[in-house]
């Protein structure tokens, strides 16, 4: 159940109005005016509620639950509970989400700026913005309308900010240009020098960082991710890109549109990440690379080739899925013999 501390639920919804807010089709024999109250787990669920099934691990959670409504595959009708009033859906985690968002929306905030907010003179500050105390936005800084930039959060100099963004709280930004609709999650670091540097036996030389972070539309970046300009050309996370907490993008780095990197993934600098690659938690993926579009890599792998489109990969080094098993079989039957 939803904590009611943290938690504020809108309103009652009618199965009618569940059905078009989701896209979903409530099954026959079912009241359309029928009124859920909550969003509710299926073990936990009771007649007010409304529940999803998605993962067939949990049908017989949905045997025996008592939610009064429950988004379902088509394929999982006939093992429903006859008093649960069914939603169908092709997609049931998606319908259940859309549907939780409507049970409790986002806190929309009051535009205020804070009087602990430290604001340059000449920085920008779109209507409609909400600026934190403790926030510092530096000299020729912009954020555009309806932006949010929590407490502690600091906007570098000419850093500019597309619309409806929110910064969390601590979170750091230079040498950035984020699109509309950006939320960079508490302690995000954007911007700072890349890891580069050339070698000869007297040490280490510094190589100037002098690129940019380019972070397109509807971009998620979470907790503590970290994200290195680039040293010539920019870095960039292409629109509807999600990244998880923990996650390290070194130099030159270039993601494409709609991504998905989960937790402690570290991506040396200068590869190339085309779209709608999804990355699992802790995989290393070398420098100098190119990731094709639609690549999956499995949590823990490690990435030292380019890898063409399409492909599922896992282990480390990473292959494809079916050469990593028969491996792993095959180490097996070593070990018995």
Avoid at 312 to 335: T, V
């Amino acid at each position: 159940m939803p904590d009611t501390q943290f938690f504020h639920r809108s309103r009652a919804f009618t199965l009618s109005e569940i059905a078009a807010l989701t896209g979903s089709v409530i099954a026959d024999g079912f009241d359309s005016d029928m009124v859920v109250e909550n969003v509710s787990p299926l073990d936990v669920a009771t007649w007010t509620d409304l529940s999803f099934l998605d993962n067939v691990k949990y049908k017989d959670q949905f045997k025996e639950t008592k939610a009064g409504a429950c988004f379902v595959h088509r394929d999982m009708v006939d093992i429903a509970p006859e008093d649960v009033a069914l939603l169908i859906s092709p997609t049931p985690y998606k319908s259940y989400a859309l549907a939780a968002q409507a049970f409790y929306p986002q806190d929309a905030f009051e535009p205020q700026i804070s009087e602990h907010a430290f604001i340059h003179s000449d920085a920008k500050i779109g209507q409609g913005c909400r600026i934190d105390a403790g926030a510092i936005i530096a000299s020729g800084a912009v954020i555009g309308d309806n932006g949010w930039v929590e407490a502690g959060a600091h906007i570098d100099e000419n850093v500019t900010i597309g619309a409806r963004c929110r910064i969390g709280s601590n979170a750091s930004l230079s040498h950035a240009v984020l699109d509309d609709h950006v939320r960079l999650y508490p302690g995000v670091r954007v911007g700072q020098d890349g890891f580069g540097f050339a070698i000869d036996p007297s040490g280490y030389v510094k190589v100037p960082q002098l690129g940019r972070v380019l972070i397109g539309s509807h971009v998620e970046i979470g907790a503590n991710t970290t994200i290195d300009r680039g040293a010539g050309p920019d870095t960039v996370i292409g629109q509807g890109t999600w990244i998880d907490n923990l996650v390290q993008i070194g130099h030159n780095v270039k993601i494409g549109k709609g991504c998905v990197i989960v937790a402690q993934v570290g991506i040396s600098g200068s590869t190339v990440i085309d779209d709608y690659v999804v990355i699992g938690g802790q995989v290393g993926i070398a420098g100098h690379l190119h990731i094709g579009s639609g690549v999956r890599i499995a949590a823990q792998s490690g990435v030292m080739k380019n890898i063409p489109a399409g492909q599922e990969m896992m282990g480390s080094p990473a292959m494809p899925i079916k050469d990593h098993m028969r491996q792993i079989i095959a180490l097996k039957r070593l070990a018995k013999r």
